[in-house]
């Protein structure tokens, strides 16, 4: 018997063709997104593991300064680094601490222009100047060499490596500017003299070497080393010597290199954890719709063999046998789309890593890397999922008892949907009690939780009650059903005959849409609230500000001052993190003109008058700290600087601003020259001058910055916004994966209930249904299920994304929830071409049906 | 009352064209040995205004041929008319027309759409040429079978009697040219059966409607006016004026000796 049972289930699998395909597509699309997520992180960091197991290498002890940011990764520095005084000292206890070689490094992040002039773009990757050190006198002799050329050696002349040489079109003799993005410098030129090579290239990466002289002229002080690496003499442990270091420095960070190489790839691993996290999500809707999709179907099969099973049972198949033999079924299938899925997903990670370095996004070049984790990840889930989808219909298929082998007509599980309804609304309750009562409290990241706890009980909720909800939401959509008539009614009736499987079949809709309309609330709500804020509250009529997330020189101010027809001119600088009264006083910045007179702001209390030795602080700083007008405030940077700044107003927080507006004299006092950049310039043209050509010029003069952006107010708003459309990108590929997914799901549903439903249709045909008719009855049918779906998923996500953003909204002040209608209108208007598209084989079957088939007695 | 007041005789229809004609209709399954011959060279008229019975044994091609007749399926050789239109040149398209517009329907089981009602049921193929009902017609034929108080229920909540005459409604309410039933009565009991067929009859009399059906009870081919006998893919016999117990016994006869006993 078990043998029988088994080429029973072969048999039928092998019967169904079209129907195991796309059961196994279910399958495949969530775990190909398991094993695309865990091949491209996997390759990415065995790469990045590959090129930082070169760095530092013979390094036995590394010295950099405590607080100094996220560092390395183009970042702003906190402080200058590491003094001289520390230098000496280690020079004079040389034998005493057995170090062989000290190596202090000077660094800090640069622009270069390409030949045609305009910024060469690392992409996600550093792009850094640094002084050179020739082979024979560096710690590690192989880290970097000249590949062509020769070393620099004038304060103008530089070696750059080779992958950012071919990217810019530079070669030795070439003639190039260069910006030096913090400090108080101006664009340089400098001529490539050497092309280096370096171990830890990587695409996009950009590295200038300065001859150190110079590298120490532009990249500190003149009294500090960005770092220093030392290597100890033969017979002392990198270990012993960090120990040493540490009780003689105890003020600044010691490791060793492989503290620092470790350091290296956690903090790529944490990088790389975004992409990971981003692929999971998609393989997370992948899998949890795909368990709908499997239980769909194997639902159907079951009902659809019924009979057959019942025979089974008669003929004396115990039930355990039936639900092995659905249970079976699932295996196979999980298995097949497991080994498939991981296939696919290796084209996944493939393709996007050739998309993320043909965007120059810092990505190590290197072939796939599959490990086991992959594959095995991919099988098991495969598996499992499956079979736990096919749990439930596997146990009705074993309680079919022998004598519905008798009975005439489906038996379609159509039991009570009460009591799941009902569990599912006191779901739906609490997710709602969760979501206003989170939006509706004073925000941050603990609301922010629980308003995505009440998501998942609201997913709950409609998983539950979907069935209930279909009929009422259907009969709302219906009325798109209207113009076609009694075929439209026929649809729309047929739409909800089993509500079960219609919201089973939404559902892939309805959470897919759901995470797009959450993304897109958010994404709208972010970019609006900011293009409406640039508009009423920047009255100046030029901006300056650096593209990307570069830094530029405080010089900008200086050049824009010295145009041609150029108003007032207030410039914003870069704060460094600071303590004052025990308190930390971070995203301040230093203005450096006249605020009120480009920007509306809203004192609460004293002048709106920056006070070149004092500060604003604004209505929240006040709250949070207790401080008020009048008091001195002493500030310590993290850098070590400090001054006394007393407050002389407090104004409203506003969306660009809620911190210090530090005038320009203290700013001056605490952040020392190596360390200023520009936030960003306002322009005033003058009186009478056109903005247009003041544009033009201000763009001229600023054109050696190489990254900056010279924009007017609306362009601003607009260029800030399209930072957010990063996050649309991912928005639109959950949106085209749900949709894909959409279209299996209605696709088998159809193709299953056309199948079901053969003699009806077939009847029809008899009394006079046009194959046309035919056609057009499942076509609406599908577009009011796709509908039903995207609906739901709309509403819900719209709801929490508003809600998140409401809880937002205390923290970042001035964002405010927007509803992206067009996004709504698109989305709801793509799932009824979905629908559409879904329901066009099926409905080319279902229209193929003989009138005779209503009567025949197959 | 727009009741037709002649009911045609037998004999005044054979001047009047036919309502449906079959002339040499051959129908064969399958090919070589496996060959059935469902159909060998079958010509029948069927009077307008005249309710005909087609019986015989089980497989001798009575369900057959009145799917070649009613444009469901396709002879092999032959022609078919119903009124004056020859089916056999017909698309798909103009054969849906002509069942939606000339053919009334009552199959033995799915017979209504489950998820509509009685009345959208009634007016089904109406709806979907998308005409109006004639609102007194449709009244007359709801009234006379007694369905007056059923129009809006769902056929699960019709008992099996119930959901045959909304059948029978739906084909009598597009005032076909001819209504055609296969085993319309085979599965209800013998009280639901007497309604659905008296109700044929009274369409037949009252309203001079053209009804065939097959069956192979002869209580309901009684109240036929004619009754066709197949055997082996041949009419056999073609009889008018028939009792239930002449049929009886001409059926008995049948499965005992076989169409080739009768031809002796
Ligand atoms: N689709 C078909 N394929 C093959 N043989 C068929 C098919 N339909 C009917 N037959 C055969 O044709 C003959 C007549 O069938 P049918 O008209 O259904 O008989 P009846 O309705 O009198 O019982 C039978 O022998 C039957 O087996
Ligand atoms: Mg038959």
Redesign the pocket.
């Known amino acids: 018997m078990a043998s029988t049972m088994r080429k029973v289930s072969l048999r039928n699998l092998a019967a169904h063709k079209v129907r195991l395909a796309l059961t196994v597509l279910a399958v495949l699309l969530g775990t190909s997104f398991v094993a695309g997520s865990l091949v491209f992180t996997g390759t990415m960091s065995s790469a990045f593991n590959g090129i930082f197991d070169k760095v530092a290498v013979g390094v036995d002890a590394q010295i950099t300064p405590r607080n100094n940011g996220s560092g390395g990764f183009a970042g702003r520095s906190q402080t200058l680094g590491i003094p001289d005084s520390v230098i000496s000292q280690l020079q004079q206890d040389r034998q005493q601490l057995h170090i062989a070689k000290i190596e202090p490094a000077y660094t800090g992040a640069v622009a270069i222009a390409k030949k045609d002039g305009s910024a060469l773009q690392s992409g996600g990757a550093p792009s850094v100047g640094v002084a050179w050190t020739p082979p024979e006198q560096a710690i590690n002799p192989h880290a970097e060499r000249i590949v062509s050329g020769h070393a620099p050696q004038g304060p103008t002349q530089v070696a750059l490596n080779d992958s950012a040489a071919k990217k810019a079109h530079l070669s030795v003799g070439d003639t190039t500017k260069l910006v030096v993005a913090n400090g108080t410098g101006k664009p340089m030129q400098v001529t490539i003299v050497g092309i280096s090579k370096s171990v830890a290239d990587t695409t996009g990466y950009v590295q200038v070497s300065f001859q150190k002289a110079t590298a120490e002229r532009l990249f500190s002080d003149g009294s500090h080393a960005s770092s220093v690496s030392i290597s100890a003499q033969p017979g002392t442990s990198s270990d012993q010597l960090v120990a040493q270091l540490k009780a003689k420095f105890p003020q600044y960070k010691i490791e060793t290199g492989a503290q620092v190489r470790k350091d290296a790839k956690a903090a790529i691993n944490g990088f790389l954890q975004v992409f990971n996290y981003i692929l999971l999500a998609f393989a997370g809707i992948g899998l949890v719709v795909g368990t709908f999709l499997i239980y769909n179907t194997f639902s159907m099969i079951v009902a659809q063999r019924v009979r057959e099973l019942a025979l089974l049972r008669s003929i004396g198949a115990s039930k355990r046998q039936i639900s092995r033999s659905v249970l079976l079924e699932a295996l196979v299938i999980g298995l097949v789309g497991g080994l498939v899925g991981l296939g696919v997903g290796i084209g996944i990670a493939a393709g996007l890593k050739a998309l993320l370095s043909a965007s120059g996004s810092g990505l190590p070049s290197s072939s796939l890397v599959i490990g086991p984790t992959p594959v095995i990840a991919c099988l098991v889930v495969g598996v499992v999922v499956t079979t736990i989808s096919a749990w439930f219909p596997a146990r009705r298929a074993s309680k079919v008892s022998p004598v519905e082998a008798m009975r005439e007509g489906q038996t379609d599980g159509q039991s009570s949907i009460l009591v799941r309804t009902i569990i599912g609304l006191v779901f739906a309750v609490f997710g709602i009690v969760l979501i206003a009562g989170a939006a509706a409290s004073k925000g941050g990241g603990g609301p922010a939780g629980l308003v995505g706890l009440g998501g998942v009980l609201l997913v709950i909720a409609i998983v539950l009650a979907g069935p209930a909800i279909s009929r009422p939401v259907i009969r709302l959509v219906g009325f798109l059903a209207r113009p076609f008539g009694k075929i439209g009614q026929l649809a729309r009736t047929n739409a909800v005959r089993n509500p079960r499987r219609t919201a089973a079949t939404a559902f892939s809709l309805t959470l897919g849409l759901m995470l797009v309309a959450v993304i897109g609330t958010m994404g709208s709500s972010l970019k609006g609230s900011i293009e409406q804020a640039v508009k009423s509250d920047i009255t100046g009529d030029l901006i300056v500000s650096p593209q990307n997330t570069a830094a530029l020189p405080t010089g900008v101010g200086q050049d824009v001052r010295s145009v041609q027809g150029v108003g007032t001119v207030v410039q914003m600088l870069n704060m460094l993190d600071a303590t004052g009264n025990g308190k930390s006083v971070n995203g301040a910045v230093g203005v450096s003109g006249d605020l009120a007179s480009v920007f509306k702001y809203t004192m609460i209390q004293g002048s709106s008058t920056i006070h070149p030795e004092g500060m604003l602080i604004s209505d929240k700083m006040a709250k949070d700290d207790g401080w008020k007008v009048g008091q001195t405030i002493g500030l310590t940077t993290k850098a070590g600087t400090s001054a006394q700044v007393p407050i002389t107003g407090i104004y409203k927080a506003n969306t660009f601003s809620s911190g210090a507006l530090v005038g320009i004299s203290a700013y001056d006092k605490l952040v020392p020259a190596q360390l200023r950049s520009t936030n960003v310039v306002i322009i005033n043209v003058a009186q009478g001058a056109k903005v247009s050509t003041v544009e033009n010029r201000v763009g001229l003069a600023m054109k050696d910055y190489l990254t900056v952006r010279v924009q007017t107010k609306e362009q601003f708003a607009n260029s800030n916004a399209s930072s957010i459309n990063q996050l649309l990108v991912v928005l639109y590929g959950m949106l085209g994966l749900a949709l894909v997914i959409a279209v299996l799901g209605i696709i088998n549903t159809l193709a299953l209930s056309v199948v079901e439903r053969r003699r009806e249709i077939g009847m029809l045909r008899a009394v006079g249904m046009a194959r046309a008719q035919v056609r057009r009855m499942i076509y609406v049918e599908s577009i009011l299920i796709a509908l039903f779906g995207a609906l739901l998923g709309m509403v819900v996500g719209v709801v929490i994304g508003w809600a998140l953003v409401k809880t937002f909204e205390p923290v970042l002040t001035g964002i405010h929830p927007i509803i992206p209608w067009g996004t709504v209108v698109f989305t709801l208007i793509a799932a009824a071409v979905v629908g559409l598209l879904a329901a066009l084989w099926p409905g080319i079957r279902a229209a193929r049906t003989k009138p005779l088939e209503a009567i025949a007695d197959v | 009352m727009s009741t037709p007041a002649t009911a045609a005789p037998a004999a005044a229809g054979q001047q009047q064209p036919p309502a449906a004609a079959a002339y040499e209709l051959v129908k064969t ?2 090919k070589g040995e496996t060959t ?1 011959h ?1 159909l060998r060279g079958v010509s029948v008229e069927f009077a307008a205004g005249e309710f005909t019975a087609i019986m ?1 044994p ?7 041929l009145m799917h070649c007749l009613a444009g469901l399926d396709t002879a092999t050789s032959g022609a078919v008319q119903i009124g004056e239109i020859v089916l056999t040149r017909l698309s798909d398209k103009q054969m849906t027309r002509l069942r939606r517009d000339r053919v009334g329907f009552v199959f033995q089981a799915f017979n209504l759409v489950p998820t509509l009602t009685a009345r959208e049921n009634i007016t089904l193929p109406l709806d979907i040429a998308g005409r109006k009902p004639d609102a007194d017609w449709m009244q007359t034929v709801v009234g006379r079978l007694g369905l007056t108080d059923r129009l809006g229920h769902r056929p699960t909540e019709l008992s099996g009697g119930q959901v045959q005459r909304v059948a029978c409604a739906r084909a009598l309410v597009g005032r076909p040219q001819i209504i055609f039933g296969d085993e319309p009565t085979g599965n209800l009991d013998s009280r639901s059966s007497a309604e659905v067929l008296s109700i044929l009859r009274t369409s037949v009399d009252d309203f001079g409607q053209t009804v065939v059906i ?1 069956t192979h009870d002869p209580r309901a081919a009684s109240y036929a006016d004619r009754v066709i006998f ?1 055997a082996d893919g041949q009419i056999v016999n073609d009889q008018r004026g028939l009792s239930s117990d002449d049929i009886y016994e001409y059926m008995k006869h049948l499965d005992e000796h076989g169409p080739d006993g009768l031809q002796d």
């Open positions: 399954y399958g059935v469902a015989g089980s497989g001798s091609g009575k369900s057959t097959v197949l």
